[in-house]
């Protein structure tokens, strides 16, 4: 199976930022991972990329573009250990660039238990946090509170980030459908 962990079979450590170009999970196929060691300036001004990447924190060299709507990308897997603390606060935090059309779209953030092996199916993906995107252009912070299933989140676990459309997105011909609405340079939870 594809995981985002590389060769840290223990999982990754869910406290420490990531590059969110670790993705092991994309649907639909419009997402783009962009590895700028393979930078064509040319190809990426025709294809209106370059501008997305202004800002951006370029190292490790990767950023995941073009999260559409109903988009769904997953990472495999963050180590929670014995679990997080019911005392504390626990936040899914995003550094990433949102377009204008993305304002009142819904973030959903999803956990699954780890496969124990290979040909396994994954465990019920369960839902621990969501909030709404403000259409903010600006390369920022988006915290994403996780206040359900606390009591899951522990060992290895997969996450998954969905942009839900709103109803009004979906009954309309709206020219936003498959338009980029953010793009994601960094994830980490954050325990406060």
């Known amino acids: 199976q594809t995981t985002s962990q590389g060769f840290g079979i223990n ?40 501008p997305k990447l202004e800002g951006m924190d370029w190292n490790p ?5 073009n999260n559409t709507m109903n988009t769904r990308v997953g990472y495999r897997y963050f180590n929670f250990g014995k679990g997080v603390s019911a005392q504390k606060k ?28 290979y040909g396994d199916k994954e465990g019920r993906h369960y839902l621990i946090g969501s909030t709404k995107l403000t259409g ?12 359900q299933n606390l009591d899951q989140l522990k060992g290895m676990k997969s996450i998954y980030i969905e942009f839900s459309s709103p109803t009004s997105f979906e009954s309309t ?19 406060n």
């Open 136 to 147: 903010n252009t600006t390369l920022r912070k988006v915290e994403i509170p996780v206040t």
């Open 90 to 117: 626990l936040a899914l935090v995003l550094t990433m660039k949102e377009e204008e059309i993305a304002n009142g779209i819904t973030v959903n953030v999803y956990a699954a238990d780890a496969r124990e092996n």
């Open 61 to 65: 060299l990767r950023i995941h573009i």
């Open 11 to 50: 999982g990754l450590d869910p406290y420490k930022e990531h590059d969110a170009g670790i993705v092991c999970h994309g649907i639909p196929i419009s997402n783009v991972i962009i590895d700028t060691r393979n930078f064509v300036e040319s190809q990426w001004v025709n294809r209106n990329i370059l």
């Open 173 to 191: 011909s709206l020219t936003a459908r498959g338009q980029a609405i953010c793009d994601i340079n960094k994830i980490q939870f954050e325990l």
